[in-house]
């Protein structure tokens, strides 16, 4: 399986059997996946140099916190803790997103970080819009401490990353 295919699965998994179908859509699914593959290609679930883990490159105070805190996320994240038998406490959660068995219970963190934004998900095919999904839930660091020319390479990189993300969720 390549690297997408694996991703694509975890979120298969997860909207099958970790999240109540509200929460799945094909919106969903394609901004799930491509902020994965900007996150770590679905190669590595700790972080080079820096705290994030799971595929989706989370921190323990950052959008562990956030989830487990928010009004709009903190009964599903709960719930969904419980079906992975993780109790629902950052450090728990954080140490559960280094592992293989923590794939799908870090997909759902992501997809409640989604479900936290008071923006829309994007329309299926708004590049741009996706894009600024991104930026503004998972604020990643080179981004925002990164001079211009980091800042277009890591917008490029966003451009391939969603169009794979696209491409494998219409199959």
Not at 80 to 90: F, K, R
Not at 112 to 128: F, K, R, S, T, V
Request: aromatic share 10%; proline share 5%; hydrophobic share 45%.
């Amino acid at each position: 399986m390549s690297p997408i295919q694996t991703g694509a699965a975890i979120v298969e998994q997860t909207m099958a059997h970790l999240l109540p179908s509200k929460f799945d859509s094909t919106a969903a699914r394609v901004q799930i996946l491509a902020n994965g593959y900007q996150e770590s290609k679905f190669l590595t679930r700790q972080q080079q140099g820096g705290p994030a883990r799971s595929f989706w490159q989370m921190e323990q105070g950052g959008g562990i916190h956030g989830v487990l805190t928010s009004p709009a996320t903190k009964a599903y994240a709960r719930a969904v803790c419980g079906l992975c038998a993780v109790a629902a406490v950052e450090s728990d959660v954080y140490a559960a997103f280094a592992l293989p068995q923590g794939d799908r219970l870090a997909c759902a963190f992501a997809r409640l970080i989604l479900w936290a934004d008071a923006n829309p998900l994007p329309a299926i095919g708004d590049e741009e819009a996706a894009w600024q999904c991104y930026l503004r839930n998972w604020r990643p660091g080179a981004y925002a401490r990164g001079d211009q020319a980091k800042r277009d390479e890591l917008r490029l990189t966003w451009s391939v990353s969603y169009r794979i993300a696209l491409a494998t969720v219409q199959g």
